[in-house]
């Protein structure tokens, strides 16, 4: 039994990264919100955990679902495409950076790190407990 590199904790880790790159684009954004002509960015973000434990299997390698995707990208940086979502409002200076939605994916994204590192702890707080079992018992 591999304890600490089960697909498992890969497809944990993968997902972390992918909602990390998407705070870093929500705080681009957000620092933006006043710059004329800048566009809403967004990363690619529809694996779900299933998706990524499936693609351990697959050699870590994502499906594309989109056309702007980029064929066999990997868990890596790169994985995610950043693009610019359509029908976005405008507002007279060209930016269309809504700060309700970007606090709204930001909070998503919040719940998402939580979520994960809550499994984490559950993960080895089990480890812990059967080792400390394991030492009380000899």
Excluded: C, W
């Excluded at 955990?49 to 989109?66: P, V």
């Excluded at 990208?73 to 994985?79: E, F, I, K, M």
């Amino acid at each position: 039994m591999d304890l600490f590199g089960s697909e498992t904790l890969r497809a944990i880790e993968g997902y972390m990264g992918r909602l990390s790159q998407r705070q870093g684009i929500i705080a681009s954004n957000l620092a933006n919100i006043d710059t004329p002509g800048y566009k809403t960015k967004e990363i690619s973000f529809h694996a779900t955990i299933d998706e990524l434990l499936a693609d351990t299997n697959r050699s870590e390698s994502l499906r594309t679902t989109r056309e702007r995707h980029i064929e066999g990208a990997s868990l890596g940086p790169s994985a995610n495409l950043v693009f610019e979502p359509e029908g976005l409002i405008e507002r007279a200076d060209n930016n269309n950076v809504d700060i309700d939605r970007e606090m709204m994916k930001l909070s998503e994204t919040t719940f998402g790190h939580s979520m994960m590192a809550q499994m984490l702890r559950g993960r080895y707080q089990r480890l812990t407990n059967a080792i400390n079992e394991r030492g009380s018992s000899q």
